[in-house]
Antibody, heavy 125, light 107 residues
Framework: EVQLVESGGGLVQPGWSLRLSCAAS????????MHWVRQAPGKGLEWVSD????????GYADSVQGRFTISRDNAKNSLYLQMSSLRAEDTAFYYC??????????????????WGQGTLVTVSS | DIQMTQSPSSLSASVGDRVTITCRAS??????LNWYQQKPGKAPNLLIY???GLHSGVPSRFSGSGSGTDFTLTISSLQPEDFATYYC?????????FGQGTRLEIK
């Protein structure tokens, strides 16, 4: 059974940094691309970032480009999101999500087939 | 960015009803369209991939269709556990984008 467990969320002030982690199990982690998707409380889903199986291809939403950095450690079956210069509008549940394929490249029948339970990041003074 | 627009934004229906939710893309996306279900306080779950593929473990009352710019998600006979919010998502280009969601409520 695929399991994705996020951690690292919390309350931070605007301008601060935070690092989210995602521990993966139940599948061959280094064979799949991974994503971060966020959801502001009561709002819809927003794709944040993705990383290919070997970290060779990385993408970001414009809203986080230059502030967030995605990374992975295949030896530790872990995905990370380093967030800096946080803003109030970054407040959201952050989900770690498994891709159906290795690269995340589009156009393709890419789909997000397993999701973690989410971790809440609140940016407020 | 490709804009995804769902209709309706909310829908009231009864157990046993047949329900259709529509998703329209701002440009042609072939069949690179997925559907997710999200229940309150939970993470989304994949229902349909590539417009019409049924994800493993998803009941056969769920089906998807469409190509190009117009897509539909159909639930053939609503069950109590189907009352949730549904999102479409395109995988034609980055950034991946989602529809705003359709909230399906009990009548």
């Amino acid at each position: 059974e695929v399991q994705l467990v996020e951690s690292g969320g919390g309350l931070v002030q605007p301008g601060w940094s935070l690092r989210l982690s995602c521990a993966a199990s139940g599948f061959t982690f280094d064979a799949y691309a991974m994503h971060w998707v966020r959801q502001a409380p009561g709002k819809g889903l927003e794709w944040v970032s993705d990383i290919s199986w070997n970290s060779g291809s990385i993408g970001y939403a414009d809203s986080v480009q230059g502030r967030f950095t995605i990374s992975r450690d295949n030896a530790k079956n872990s995905l990370y999101l380093q967030m800096s210069s946080l803003r109030a509008e970054d407040t959201a549940f952050y989900y770690c999500v498994k891709d159906s394929g290795p690269t995340g490249q589009v156009p393709a029948a890419v789909h997000l087939d397993s999701w973690g339970q989410g971790t809440l990041v609140t940016v407020s003074s | 960015d490709i804009q995804m627009t769902q209709s309706p934004s909310s829908l009231s229906a009864s157990v046993g009803d047949r329900v259709t939710i529509t998703c329209r893309a701002s440009q042609r996306i072939s069949t690179y369209l997925n559907w997710y279900q999200q229940k309150p306080g939970k993470a989304p779950n994949l229902l349909i991939y590539a417009a019409s593929g049924l994800h493993s473990g998803v009941p056969s009352r769920f089906s998807g269709s469409g190509s190009g710019t117009d897509f539909t998600l159909t639930i053939s006979s609503l069950q109590p556990e189907d009352f949730a919010t549904y999102y479409c998502q395109q995988s034609y280009s980055t950034p991946l984008t989602f529809g705003q969601g359709t909230r399906l409520e009990i009548k």
